[in-house]
DNA sequence: GTCTATAGGATGATAGAC
DNA sequence: GTCTATCATCCTATAGAC
């Protein structure tokens, strides 16, 4: 246990308090209560309440690129591919769960540059999802259907993960995996 | 086309701004301005922020009540009736598409009785389909997975339809039933 | 039904002492 | 690195004129 920075303090408070209200409904008061200290204490290790949203989300956002990039230039099937994408998603959820739903609810309040960035990174990531589903279909391993529809209900079942790991007494993550790849793929019936 | 009462005229513009930024970063002055008047006018028409947020919320979540009374009094296999909360599940998105990001992400922001009411339907609602599921299970119709990620992949791919049905230039709707029950049963590959 | 004026409090952020 | 004190602004909501 290296001691955290105070930065880094202040970031995982935070996301603890977002999770909970929503960034608009924490007030810098309220993060520096939960630390024990005053609020004007807090700008002695970061420049205002906006870094602390961009630092929190940007940070998240950029190991999703990364774990899509490594899919994406990896040799195998589209359903392969698949399989990896859910894994590695599996994986960010599990160690970042506290910073997810400020990427989920919260990134609209993030400020020119950074609102820029986040959208672009998760518009790629999404259009990388939809190319190895349309591959997949093309190679006949993903059955024709809405390329739309598959897209959409994979993806929304990943990144509502964080509701429900916590919820069920944070499942094994390896029996998760192989349910998850398992439902989504083969369905239930 | 009846004209609108003035209660419901700010319950409407409200959902639309609640849905860009969230309901704490809304204020009664920004609805007021989208409708043309000034904040203190809108307390004429009702008692205040809060009666706004719980009248969105509410009215939908017994939308979502009730048809999950009419599936579950109803007769038929429980993929049926799984293919029919899918089903009622379109049609309340479509219908209500504006008011479900404060369904979603802005209940936590009711207080003390509307907020009861609103966990105990939502509550009982993901118990209804938990019970549809394992007695779909029992009955050898679903695969024996771990119910709780089949009821998660299913109820998230239902909650987050809003995101997806404006962006995607409204989809007809029986193409979507279809392909969502397609998709949602008997998986991709 | 809408307005102006305003109360009463919370908010993000800064200055300067220790 | 934390504190107290404070500023300027915004917030929900009310009172009372028209």
């Given at each position: 246990?290296?001691?955290?920075?105070?930065?880094?303090?202040?970031?995982?408070?935070?996301?603890r308090l977002f999770k909970e209200k929503g960034y608009n409904a924490v007030s810098?008061?309220d993060?520096?209560?939960?630390?024990?200290?005053?609020?004007?204490?807090?700008?002695?290790?970061?420049?205002?309440?906006?870094?602390?949203?961009?630092?929190?989300?940007?940070?998240?956002?950029?190991?999703?690129?990364?774990?899509?990039?490594?899919?994406?230039?990896?040799?195998?099937?589209?359903?392969?591919?698949?399989?990896?994408?859910?894994?590695?998603?599996?994986?960010?959820?599990?160690?970042?769960?506290?910073?997810?739903p400020?990427?989920?609810?919260?990134?609209?309040?993030?400020?020119?540059?950074?609102?820029?960035?986040?959208?672009?990174?998760?518009?790629?990531?999404?259009?990388?999802?939809?190319?190895?589903?349309?591959?997949?279909?093309?190679?006949?391993?993903?059955?024709?259907?809405?390329?739309?529809?598959?897209?959409?209900?994979?993806?929304?079942?990943?990144?509502?993960?964080?509701?429900?790991?916590?919820?069920?007494?944070?499942?094994?993550?390896?029996?998760?995996?192989?349910?998850?790849?398992?439902?989504?793929?083969?369905?239930?019936?």
């Open positions: 246990m290296k001691p955290a920075s105070r930065k880094t303090e202040i970031i995982t408070t935070a996301s810098m008061r993060i520096a209560q939960a630390m024990g200290i005053k609020a004007s204490s807090l700008y002695n290790h970061i420049s205002g309440k906006q870094e602390i949203l961009s630092t929190l989300i940007l940070t998240v956002a950029r190991e999703f690129t990364n774990g899509m990039e490594q899919v994406v230039s990896s040799k195998g099937t589209s359903v392969e591919k698949i399989e990896k994408i859910i894994e590695f998603h599996i994986d960010i959820t599990v160690t970042y769960s506290e910073a997810l400020a990427l989920n609810n919260d990134w609209m309040h993030l400020k020119e540059d950074d609102l820029q960035q986040f959208v672009n990174m998760r518009d790629d990531y999404e259009q990388n999802v939809r190319i190895v589903i349309k591959e997949g279909i093309k190679a006949n391993e993903i059955e024709a259907r809405h390329p739309e529809v598959i897209l959409f209900s994979i993806l929304s079942t990943l990144r509502t993960l964080y509701l429900w790991y916590e919820k069920r007494g944070k499942l094994d993550v390896n029996v998760l995996k192989r349910d998850m790849v398992s439902v989504l793929l083969q369905g239930i019936v």
